[in-house]
């Protein structure tokens, strides 16, 4: 898992520091694959975060498939929250933007490759924080924890109100002032 969120956040930071150069990342093949490449590892992550087995809401799981809720003794105690509105819209578009041919791209009125990989990255690690926070540690690798908040440090500057802007749920607010201890 930690590979999956090192890649994504490293590819991330790849794109926009090609984007801040003036180059599309559209343009060479090898652009074009760290974006494919990312979004492959936001998916992964999101359905390790998000799905439940018996609970359809964010697909169905394969039995082999692993998923937060199954570092804990009870499932159910387990609560991400709602992966953030930019998550849910990466993920629809995922499919008609990159993994499938698809008459929707001819629809696209914007960039069809601007997305917005370092706010997709932030959010979804910064919920592998919560988990890292909630899960039994004797669960988790060897410094998890430290290795996804620093890659979650490691997108660059946090946009102000960024993490204290999140739900205001009790696990939400640990994470922040776990997190704001940490900077």
């Known amino acids: 898992m930690l590979w999956h969120?090192?890649?994504?956040?490293?590819?991330?930071?790849?794109?926009e520091l090609r984007r801040r150069r003036g180059a599309s990342v559209a343009v060479t093949a090898l652009d074009a694959?760290?974006?494919?490449?990312?979004?492959?590892?936001?998916?992964?992550?999101?359905?390790?975060l998000w799905r439940r087995r018996g609970d359809g809401r964010y697909g169905t799981p394969d039995p082999s498939d692993g998923l937060a809720a199954d570092f804990f003794d009870d499932p159910s105690t387990f609560d991400p929250g709602s992966p953030s509105p930019l998550l849910m819209r990466t993920r629809e578009r995922m499919g008609?933007?990159?993994?499938?041919?698809s008459y929707k791209r001819i629809d696209l009125q914007d960039d069809p490759w601007g997305w917005d990989h370092l706010g997709i990255a932030r959010d979804l690690t910064y919920a592998l924080v919560v988990f890292?926070?909630?899960?039994?540690?004797?669960?988790?690798?060897?410094?998890?924890?430290?290795?996804?908040?620093?890659?979650?440090?490691?997108?660059?500057?946090?946009?102000?109100?960024y993490l204290m802007g999140r739900v205001g749920t009790p696990v939400a607010r640990d994470v922040n002032r776990w997190i704001l201890g940490h900077r």
Not at 33 to 48: P, S, T
Not at 96 to 101: C, E, F, M, S
Request: overall charge positive.
């Open 5 to 15: 969120v090192r890649q994504m956040c490293r590819l991330a930071l790849r794109i």
């Open 33 to 48: 694959a760290a974006l494919e490449a990312i979004l492959v590892h936001v998916r992964a992550l999101g359905d390790f």
């Open 96 to 101: 008609y933007g990159v993994l499938h041919i």
């Open 132 to 161: 890292a926070r909630r899960a039994p540690k004797n669960r988790l690798a060897d410094r998890f924890t430290g290795v996804v908040y620093r890659e979650l440090m490691g997108l660059g500057p946090q946009p102000d109100g």
